[in-house]
DNA sequence: TCAGTTAACAACATCGATTGTGCAAAATAA
DNA sequence: TTATTTTGCACAATCGATGTTGTTAACTGA
């Protein structure tokens, strides 16, 4: 019954039942009807397989149909909020289909996400998701000369379908809301300082949501400084530097803070754990990105919640379509008050 | 040059150079010196397969040598600080090895666990990594039917090794702080009320951690309530109607409060987001598990946080000693004092 | 000079599953 | 009864890489 060292292929069940190894394949694999099998010879293979705890070898299905079954899909990083809640969508969307997801962490990499993509090709997989990616369009060649379809996320591509939040939007609301806050528990003068602290300056989504920062800034406040925005980097740690930069410069905490990504949040917040607890009675922070515990500080957090769900479920439809033309589908996020808890995910 | 439509195969760099598809795959192998190929022969293959952006097919390698350099991992869950580091960890160890990392997430269900692992297992993965499953056991049984080297990590099994955190210890001195944190903060008396939430009775940690809590809890202040203990579920939504009834219990927030694990936090969170900011003047928390967030609410909230890079080396290493003797190896997690944020990762 | 090495590679079987083709036997038609 | 179709399955090639076993030709030693 129980096999103790190897698996049982398709050769053991033919020798169990007597039937041929085409025949057990085909009853294995559900094409027996259209191969004229007999009902009966089927349940009885299929009963021996279930007994013998056979399951196929998918290294050889693969090989043989020159498709794994498997979906890749590349994230900067596994430890942020926004990232894992996009592999979990990614999973849900993958299990769906009856597909194994594959997920790899790049580190914001290049030559990390060339190396993954070169080995995740190697195995095979049939489409990959690339989140995030420094270079996407470097990403496509690789897929376009082995044909695999590909559907960049949260960065767009220009040689592949993409679907990102509209950061511009996104930051509009955010920054407005920033402001009323600053407005309601700042300094008190229409002058209070804003600041912009996160993200990559040359890196797509940074420079939608510095283009509205300074929009929203404008049209409110006359301006902002560009002393006042800090991108340079998805590091948390150099996040802590460009805080500490801040404070020198305002002489304390501002009265609000535009933080891209939780990324640049837990930088932030690494200079702000030095600080008394006083200094943070004016201060109000806005930040891209969502995350339960961030937005449930002692000063107004509030949060942009990009809509993960909605993203995966669209990059999955254009990649059963196809995913051909290298078109930019930009879906809206959604503004989180302080202190609140949305439903789980 | 560029192969626009299928991938390059060792037999179109035989036919391009002229050799045999045999010396052509000692050559990109890397075994042609015992193999006695001319170094002249081998560079120029090599040259042609680098022009040619070869890589191999790693399926039908696996296929042929009946492992894959596929290492698999499951977890619980991906969005949780916790998890998500223990991929990175896992990610950073399989990487300096070679081998390539999968990682899935089982959402605490046996079922998917059973299902993921089989389908690992039909892709040929050379070893799994269990993290936290329901039942390590039946996946052992699963594993060791194909003979494939299994070590848990975070909850014990039975048939396999495993690498989890000395709970014990750590909510010792989890309990033992927060009790301090509570008679500086709290209400001032030596009965201010301190409650637990979270986890699942059954489960081996949780069971540890209760103990050392109930067991500070004696030690202190001579003993705890049992239906101070909520401990139904890792699902948030559980412990916010843990959180809820705990509050009707006490007519409002306790002094003291133990939240095992940051899951369990986000639910209690999410019913504390209700409750206006007053409330929160006496109030210490103590949860197992850190949350860089987390730690910088407007109350304490001290936070155990487990030594994941040494459980990952740890694993790597049992695992390549042959894993063999279900033993259990514990591993000291640290304490993090409120608004502290120790070093990335 | 001729057996005996050795270098340098080619041929071929193999891993496990899929799939086009072939071929009896059974069923149906004429 | 004979011709024709359909049923039910077996055979064998194939996917791409690996490793064992040949097989030459050059080379060595006595």
């Not at 767009?156 to 806050?181: C, F, H, M, N």
Request: glycine share 6%; hydrophobic share 35%.
């Amino acid at each position: 019954m129980e096999n103790i060292s190897k698996k049982t292929t398709i050769y053991d069940i033919s020798k169990l039942t007597g039937a041929s190894p085409s025949t057990v394949s085909a009853a294995l694999s559900g094409t027996w009807r259209s191969r004229r099998i007999k009902e009966a010879t089927a349940l009885k293979i299929q009963q021996v397989a279930r007994e013998n705890g056979y399951t196929p070898n998918l290294q050889a299905r693969g090989l043989r149909k020159a498709r794994s079954g498997l979906v890749g899909m590349i994230v900067p990083a596994h430890t942020n909020r926004y990232f894992s809640t996009l592999s979990n969508a990614f999973e849900a969307e993958a299990r769906a289909r009856g597909l194994c997801p594959v997920i790899v962490s790049t580190l914001r990499d290049p030559e990390e996400e060339r190396r993954t993509v070169e080995t995740l090709i190697s195995y095979a997989i049939d489409s990959l998701f690339v989140v995030g990616a420094t270079n996407p369009d470097a990403i496509s060649d690789l897929c376009a000369s082995v044909n695999i379809k590909q559907v960049n996320l949260d960065l767009p591509g220009t040689k592949a379908p993409s679907v990102i939040t509209d950061d511009y939007w996104g930051a509009r609301i955010l920054t407005q809301e920033l402001l009323r806050s600053v407005k309601k528990h700042g300094g008190g003068g229409e002058d209070d300082p804003v600041y912009f602290i996160g993200g990559f300056q040359s890196d797509y989504a940074t420079d939608q949501r510095i283009k509205a920062f300074k929009d929203v800034m404008k049209e409110e406040r006359g301006g902002v400084p560009d002393n006042h925005i800090f991108a340079n980097s998805y590091d948390p740690n150099a996040s802590t530097l460009d805080a500490e930069t801040m404070c020198k410069l305002e002489g304390g905490l501002p009265s609000g803070l535009f933080v891209n990504s939780t990324f640049a949040f837990e930088g932030v917040l690494r200079y702000f754990s030095k600080l008394p607890r006083e200094d943070f009675s004016k201060i109000s922070v806005g930040c891209y990105d969502y995350d339960p515990f961030a937005s449930f500080m002692h000063f107004p957090v509030i949060m942009v919640r990009q809509n993960v769900q909605e993203m995966m479920k669209e990059a999955f439809i254009i990649m059963e379509n196809g995913a051909l033309e290298p078109k930019v589908t930009e879906i809206k996020p959604t503004l989180i008050q302080p202190r609140t808890m949305p439903e789980a995910r």
